[in-house]
């Protein structure tokens, strides 16, 4: 064996499950050997980097099913409104923002904050002294925004789109500062302050270097942003390395042609050193507290029976082209009726291999569908974090609205795993904290609505965000692994990720973080 790059050694491997090996190699970008330490000796080159990891546990890198981090700085920006409770905290929040060229920017806003009172900007409009406002929620499907806002982007009532999307109204036609979903969102960004492209990039090194520091080496990037993205990492790669690698889906919405659908195939050859394109991102519905959630029966308020795609035949169709080109998709499916269409349309599609198919977030979904994951092959998708979203009790607006029986039923990640279906998990940051040590632990122990379900097992939750990720995205057969030939993507932990209790883990500092061979974090 040539001479490695890199040697670690005094480490417990888990690959993901324990070894018994104590000493990698890394050259090349790969895995070159793995061993004892006395291997190791034998291994070193004399211009080879040895790391001793103190004993900590060496696992594959661990992905981040799902992320925005280039899409999620454009939401993240401004007054972070996420610890706001109460419409009281909520106003005295915006009474002291500060301004951006003007603006009052906010996210994180929590559905629950309303107390169940419609979604209104005259709840808040007297403390922004007549400035323009632009409120996220936390849900990244829906925003309030003040009179001036609306003025300014000419929004005066409803309007019709090719999506599901609606300009909330009152009864007497006038726009309540309510969007709901993508394209009636969309309206709001050309008038809103706009990031400039050297702070878009110094926040994108600074956010991916933050990541990295939680364990992450590798993020599925589900949209391909609003910008120029590829040319983007190019730019950054020109200067040096990406801190992870991403893997991007750009978006396929409904009204979408033939050659709108070409262009997202052949977009699939774009690629850097660490990033690459990788898919197509569909929405088959919104969200539960928001109303979009596509469901079999209407929710509390009589939403939620409409599908994102007006004519849920034109998805099955846009599935179908991508899968005949060898593409995978991913779609965003939260209601049990866009789960099932999803199902279906795959299930349409035939065996005999092909891409892989795997749908996202899955917060509620009936008994009934639970093995069709697995006999289809497709991947679920779930994001633990957003559990916190929800309370125990069922008070809460996602709960409210679903009903008891369907709340029952909430992210049903274990009763996945146990009817055989592969299971990546995400954090959807902006949504929720990017923290991989967090979505290990509320995989284990789900909060809120889930909170009395069983959580997975340490090791299942380790093999959500590595091996069961590399088959999500296709690249069993390169990454995932402890194994020479694959991917060097490493992460080291000072506790054992899956005997070490849910809340020890969560808090555990990493060791070091290596993606493509390359050390991107170390303490």
Not at 101 to 117: A, C, E, K, Q, T
Not at 124 to 140: F, K, M, S, T
Request: with cysteine.
């Amino acid at each position: 064996m040539s001479a490695p790059d890199v040697v670690l050694v005094n480490a417990r491997v888990r690959a993901p499950e324990l070894t018994g090996h104590t000493a990698v190699a890394v050259r090349d970008g790969l895995i070159a050997a793995v061993g004892d330490d006395t291997d190791a000796r034998a291994w070193r080159g004399p211009g080879t980097e040895t790391v001793d990891l103190g004993g900590a546990t060496l696992t594959p890198g661990l992905t981040d099913a799902h992320s925005h981090p280039v899409w999620g700085l454009e939401m993240f920006t401004g007054t972070d409104l996420s610890a706001v409770r109460d419409l009281g905290e909520l106003r005295a929040a915006l009474a002291r923002a500060e301004r951006r060229d003007g603006w009052i920017i906010g996210f994180g806003l929590d559905h629950n904050v309303f107390g169940g009172r419609p979604v209104h900007h005259d709840l808040v409009e007297d403390v922004l002294g007549g400035a323009p406002a632009h409120l996220r929620l936390y849900d990244g499907h829906s925003v309030l925004v003040s009179a001036a806002a609306l003025r300014a982007a000419g929004i005066d009532g409803p309007r019709a789109f090719a999506q599901r999307s609606e300009i909330v109204c009152d009864a007497g036609g006038r726009p309540t500062g309510h969007l709901i979903e993508h394209a009636a969102m969309d309206l709001m960004t050309p008038v809103l302050p706009a990031l400039p492209p050297a702070e878009r990039s110094a926040r994108l090194v600074d956010l991916l270097t933050s990541m990295a520091a939680t364990g992450l080496t590798g993020a599925h990037v589900m949209d391909l942003g609003g910008h120029d993205v590829p040319g983007l990492l190019t730019a950054l790669e020109a200067e040096g390395d990406l801190p992870l690698r991403l893997r991007l889906a750009p978006w396929c919405m409904p009204g979408a042609d033939r050659e709108e659908l070409e262009e997202l195939v052949r977009l699939q050859k774009r690629s850097g050193r660490l990033w690459r394109v990788g898919g197509v991102k569909f929405f088959m519905d919104g969200t539960v507290e928001g109303g979009t959630a596509w469901l079999e029966h209407a929710d509390c308020h009589g939403q939620g029976t409409d599908a994102f795609w007006p004519d849920p035949a034109a998805y099955t169709a846009a599935v179908r082209h991508f899968h005949e080109a060898g593409v995978g998709t991913a779609t965003h499916a939260i209601g049990d009726a866009a789960v099932r269409h999803v199902l279906d349309t795959v299930e349409s599609l035939g065996g005999g291999g092909g891409p892989r198919h795997r749908i996202e977030h899955i917060e509620t979904v009936p008994d009934g569908q639970l093995g069709r994951f697995a006999a289809l092959g497709v991947v679920a998708s779930m994001q633990p974090p957003h559990t916190a979203y929800t309370r125990a009790d069922h008070t809460d607006e996602w709960s409210k609205r679903l009903g008891e029986e369907r709340a029952e039923r909430a992210w049903r990640c274990r009763d996945l795993r146990e009817a055989g279906a592969y299971l990546a998990l995400g954090s959807d940051w902006p949504i929720a904290h990017h923290d991989a040590r967090q979505v290990l632990a509320t995989a284990r122990a789900p909060r809120g609505a889930a909170s009395a379900r069983h959580g997975l097992t340490g090791l299942m939750a380790l093999e959500g965000m590595t091996t069961h990720a590399a088959v999500a995205a296709g690249e069993e057969r390169i990454a995932g692994r402890i194994t020479p030939g694959l991917r060097a993507d490493l992460t080291a932990f000072t506790v054992d990720p899956v005997a070490a209790p849910a809340d020890e883990t969560e808090a555990a500092p990493i060791r070091l973080t290596m993606a493509g061979g390359r050390i991107t974090y170390r303490s």
